[in-house]
């Protein structure tokens, strides 16, 4: 289901796993930016800890330790490499959670943005089923924050009630002040001029956002690279997010290069 | 396999002593042990409803949900009660179609089940959501008027759409068969009940016609109902088959194995309901071994026939050969606690009970056809467990998120507290109306005689098939 332009921006990301260090500074950004409840340590341990954004750590050991009979946890640790893989919501084109909603409480707008309407959201759940990524978190208890933070929330950004299922927004507020901004000063949005708080507060730019329509901005130029994949692609989610491959200095056609 | 047991006395005097018998909870008193059993029902549902209400207040944070394990207890015993209400159709209407002659004491306490489980299983969705007020703006009465739509495409609202159907089509069935039966109440009461009675009775006098009405009605309800009972349990499965990132849910054969499994712990909940019941009201002469004979040899049939659909989603599922199908397979079977729970679900539903049905003894038997009924249902619960838990702990491929489930405190007294509330409402009814059709046991007892011209022995009444 390739989306058709209609003359709108396609929000896109581009997350580049090569540069990726792991630092988790776009976790950070995003709760600050978008009201996330804090994660202490008994909501970690009944884990219902949210982060719209997640930095997945995998471990990955040399080719020969994934072949029978070897095992992955005997390879020796100088060997064995972190991974990490920064997981938001993917923003399908085809997203499997929208269809299951029975109340449209999530949709897919003409911005190619996967929205979730908070106030018609009534918990069903069904949505955090059928989403391959786990991108999406539930409400379980009234959120709240310490008296010192109060004045911390953002006032662009609705406060979740209990009960309501939230995910990434690609920062919807951001896009919509800058796209104000912009019709008053009679001009188009510049590629680069907004971006989510993950995208910011990134140090090392490995996550580009952008729109994927103008052929001129870096998301789409990114997106083309020999490099590009998309997350769960044989589930054909035609997820909106390209990430790039890890580029292996040291990988040859003996250690496992296809 | 008509058994032509007849009871004693003439015509009439068999008539006044069904009246007598099975009246005794309306017109006279009952024994004590059927107030003991409403209170410890009514207890439990109070334990649950208190659970309910404690949930509803906290949050769902209160139960032992997480992520990415989003469904478990509620949905299990949603599933759960959905499956027994399919008891009501598979034995009155499928049986009262086919004419088998030793539904008749076995008809109403199906269809009783079937409307207190569905209304049972109604409330767990609502509370599943956590907030049962938003719910209703989901289900009932849908704002229209906002130009807001809800979403067709959604199996949670083929799920209202079909269960609701049920429930009216349930009702209207038991009501239609009732008439007769509460007219008879009417006539043996007095005072404020008489006119209860008389309300409900809608001025049945027992004319031809009335009862050439009431036959037919009875007749087109069985045959309209029967689409629904594949349509129920089908669209339930569909909450899960339409999942298309879940290992272990999205199988195209969900929806005939789920239909046949709740025929499966259906059947074995009314022969459960029946012998409580015969048990409470000293039925001995109305639900006799032959009826238990001829549920036990059903409940084989049955029995064998899931399991046949059990090992095709088995086999279907390895035969993918996929990792994630594989690996959701062997965390099912071998790892704990699932490995128990998978042993218990399949010894208790399958391999304890069926072989003792094939045996007439046991089948006879009342105290033994409790013990096989209630371990299918204990295994038919574990079943639904075992289908919703593991795969949304190992939802697949995304390692990093995988998670266990623990249910808590609540959700347990809730899931017990659903049996309290579903077995205090059946008690109740049964104290209110007759819960064994008077008029179809009479009819029963009309077609067992037998006269005598000359030599021979013939049935007094030739009924035309």
């Known amino acids: 289901m390739a989306k058709q332009d209609n003359g709108r921006a396609k929000w896109s990301m581009v997350v580049d796993s090569d540069r ?179 995208v910011q507060a990134c140090p090392t730019d490995a996550l580009v956002f952008g729109d994927i329509n103008n052929p001129d901005s870096r998301v789409s130029k990114l997106s083309k690279d020999a490099r590009s994949y998309r997350l769960l692609e044989d589930q054909g989610t035609e997820p909106n997010i390209h990430y790039l491959m890890k580029v292996d200095p040291f990988l040859t056609e003996e250690n496992g290069h296809e | 396999m008509q058994e032509r047991v007849a009871m004693g006395g003439n015509l009439q005097e068999v008539e006044q002593k069904v009246n007598r018998d099975l009246l005794i909870s309306v017109t006279g008193s009952v024994p004590k042990r059927f107030w003991v059993a409403v209170a410890l029902m009514a207890f439990l549902a109070a334990a649950g409803f208190g659970a309910a209400g404690y949930v509803v207040a906290q949050g769902l944070g209160a139960t032992g949900l997480n992520r990415p394990i989003m469904w478990a207890f509620f949905i299990t015993n949603f599933v759960f009660w959905i499956g027994i209400s399919h008891a009501g159709v598979m034995l009155s209407a499928i049986l009262r179609l086919a004419q088998a002659e030793w539904r008749r004491p076995a008809t109403r306490a199906a269809e009783i089940v079937t409307i207190f489980s569905l209304v049972n299983a109604m409330l767990f969705p609502i509370i599943h959501t956590g907030r049962p007020w938003r719910t209703l703006y989901w289900a009932f009465p849908y704002d229209f008027g906002r130009g807001i739509w809800p979403n067709v495409r959604s199996p949670l609202i083929w799920d209202p759409s079909a269960i609701i159907t049920y429930l009216t089509s349930s009702v209207l069935f038991v009501y239609v068969a009732l008439i007769p039966d509460i007219a008879v109440a009417r006539d043996r009461t007095t005072g404020i009940r008489h006119q209860f009675y008389s309300v409900l009775a809608l001025g049945w006098r027992g004319y031809p016609r009335q009862w050439r009405l009431q036959i037919i009605a009875g007749f087109l309800l069985s045959a309209l109902i029967l689409p629904i ?3 129920v349990h089908s669209i339930v499965s569909w909450d899960f088959a339409v999942n298309q990132s879940v290992e272990g849910w999205h199988s195209t054969i969900f929806a005939p194995y789920f239909v046949i499994g709740a025929v499966h712990s259906g059947v074995s909940a009314v022969v459960t309901v029946m012998i409580i019941l015969r048990f409470l009201f000293k039925w001995e002469d109305y639900i006799r071994p032959e009826h238990m004979d001829a549920l036990g040899r059903l409940l084989i049939v049955v029995a064998i026939t899931w399991f046949y659909f059990f090992a095709m989603e088995v086999t279907f599922g390895l035969f993918t050969l996929e990792n994630a199908e594989l690996g959701l397979r062997s965390m099912q079977f071998f790892e ?69 489930y623990a249910p808590s405190v609540p959700e347990i007294l809730m899931v017990v507290g659903s049996f309290g509330f579903v077995g205090m409402s059946i008690l109740l009814f049964a104290k209110v109306f007759p819960l064994i059709p008077i008029y179809d046991v009479k009819e029963g007892e009309i077609l067992r005689r037998e006269m005598k011209i000359g030599k021979v022995t013939i049935p007094a009444v030739i009924r035309e098939e």
């Open chain 1, 20 to 198: 990726c260090t792991g630092c988790q500074a776009c976790v950070v950004a995003c709760q600050a930016e978008n009201n996330i409840p804090l994660n202490e340590e008994d909501i970690f341990k009944q884990r219902r800890a949210m982060s719209w954004i997640r930095i997945e750590r995998y471990w990955e050991v040399p080719f020969e330790y994934t072949q029978h009979p070897k095992k992955p946890e005997d390879a020796p640790f100088d060997q064995v490499k972190a991974r990490f893989l920064p997981i938001l919501c993917q923003h399908c084109e085809n997203a499997p959670c929208e269809p299951v909603c029975p109340v449209f409480a999530t949709y897919h707008n003409d911005e190619g943005l996967n929205v979730q309407v908070y106030n018609r959201c009534i918990g069903t759940r069904f949505c955090a089923n059928n989403d391959p990524y786990n991108v999406r978190f539930f409400n379980y208890w009234e959120p709240g924050w310490p008296e010192t933070l109060r004045n911390q929330l953002n006032p662009d950004v609705t406060v979740r009630s209990r009960g309501v299922m939230e995910k990434c927004t690609f920062c919807v507020q951001r896009i919509r002040r800058t796209e104000r901004t912009a019709r008053k000063e009679g001009r188009e949005v510049a590629d680069g001029e907004h971006a989510p708080a993950c």
């Open chain 2, 229 to 231: 009972f594949v349509s």
């Open chain 2, 336 to 404: 704990t606690p699932y490995s128990t729970l998978f042993l218990v679900f399949i010894i208790a539903a399958f391999f304890f009970p069926v072989p003792m049905w094939m045996f007439k003894n046991v089948r006879r038997s009342f105290f033994w056809m409790t013990i096989t009924t209630i371990s299918v249902n204990i295994g038919m619960w574990l079943e639904r467990f075992l289908i919703i838990i593991p795969g949304l702990a190992r939802k697949q491929p995304l390692s990093f998120s995988w998670s266990t």
